[in-house]
């Protein structure tokens, strides 16, 4: 794709980024799932931007951190539905079957929302202890069992779901599997909605399964590789996000300390506040630069360099908006500015496709081999 083609691609997403930020604050004081911002998304394509040909548009890598990017500077919600929507499709395109891919990929790319369903209240994100059974019976697999702190629980369509085989002579990993199972299967529901901190509009819950009858035809064997299949473009998209939210923060904190007057003097001539403001602009430069690295990265499909790439970039933005919250006093820590939203969105980055202490634990262990 011609820089061109994808300036036009950016350009069009700014004009649904301003009111996806207009419908932001809503979305995050009352836990609404952006529906509208969703539905606008899948109709000017974006669904199906990168989902790989010919189920979609196949687009690259460096765009997608572009689009994520601006989507958390509007609404980090948003943002955050989008990644773990491609992040589903890219795992099924890479470990489904032609006619699972043909069949939804397809819905996927024209506006079925997708998620990945793993993590359980008895084992968080390991995979060891997994209790959620599959039992094959006849044409179909019987699922049993609930996931828990699911994004898009209440909102998305189709799940890929991690389970146990039962009776499997296969011995772990080898015996979990991953099962397509679409919104209003019967025995699926969505449970307990929780609460969190930020992202209140990611449909965050429990998702269960009662004699869930799932068609053989929906059934992904390797469960494992579907799971590690979808965490590059997590990884990278939750690097966006973060960076997304500390560019807004810097945006936000320059247009305050231009515009905020005390005892006469602009709070931005202040020698205190010169020095806190290059010190956030330091650290947005350097999320740009490391970004751009996790970009290679992922086309390289080195996961050593993208848990690198995601603890600094997840951690350092958190720096940055604190630093934007000192900068900008009660003004910032109130809701007369967007930075205690952007704030608290920003933690979702640290614990989803693996948390920040789990990524450096694993990258230790690789990086003494």
């Not at 890598?61 to 773990?84: D, G, M, N, Q, R």
């Not at 599959?134 to 697999?141: L, S």
């Not at 399964?209 to 590690?228: H, K, L, S, W, Y």
């Not at 939203?341 to 933690?347: E, G, I, L, P």
Request: aromatic share 8%; glycine share 12%; proline share 3%.
């Amino acid at each position: 794709m011609s820089e061109s083609e994808e300036a036009l691609i950016l350009k069009s997403l700014g004009e649904l980024s301003k009111r996806f930020s207009e419908r932001a604050g809503r979305v995050d004081r009352e836990g609404l799932f952006p529906d509208d911002n969703l539905r606008e998304l899948s109709d000017n394509g974006y669904f199906g931007a990168f989902i790989p040909k010919p189920y979609g548009f196949g687009l690259g890598a460096s765009l997608y951190v572009e689009v994520v990017k601006e989507l958390a500077k509007a609404c980090a919600s948003t943002a955050w539905l989008y990644v773990v929507h491609c992040a589903a499709a890219q795992s099924l395109y890479a470990c489904g079957n032609d006619e699972q891919r043909e069949h939804h990929l397809r819905k996927a790319a024209s506006g079925s929302l997708m998620g990945l369903a793993a993590t359980e209240v008895a084992t968080g994100s390991g995979i060891s202890g997994m209790e959620t059974k599959a039992e094959p019976r006849g044409d179909v697999y019987v699922l049993n069992g609930a996931k828990s702190f699911i994004t898009g629980a209440h909102g998305a369509h189709t799940f890929l779901v991690i389970a146990r085989v039962a009776n499997s002579d296969a011995p772990f990993p080898k015996n979990l599997s991953a099962f397509i199972v679409e919104k209003g299967t019967k025995g699926f529901s969505a449970g307990q909605r929780f609460e969190p901190m930020g992202m209140r509009g990611i449909g965050w819950g429990e998702l269960v399964f009662r004699d869930c009858e799932v068609p053989r035809g929906n059934m992904i064997a390797d469960g494992v590789r579907t799971i590690n299949s979808s965490g590059h473009m997590g990884m990278l998209g939750a690097c966006a996000v973060s960076f997304g939210l500390a560019e807004a923060a810097f945006d936000v904190c320059r247009r305050h300390v231009k515009e905020r007057v005390v005892g006469g003097q602009a709070l931005g001539q202040r020698e205190g506040v010169k020095a806190i403001f290059s010190e956030m602009g330091s650290s947005v430069e350097a999320m740009r630069q490391v970004l751009r690295f996790g970009v290679d990265a992922f086309a390289r499909d080195s996961y050593p360099d993208l848990l690198k790439v995601k603890g600094f970039i997840t951690e350092t933005s958190l720096k940055v908006l604190d630093l934007a919250l000192r900068l900008t006093g009660a003004h910032g820590y109130s809701r007369l500015l967007p930075l205690e939203r952007y704030y608290r969105d920003a933690r979702a980055p640290l614990l989803h496709f693996q948390t920040l202490e789990t990524g450096r634990n694993v990258l230790g262990s690789i990086l003494q081999t």
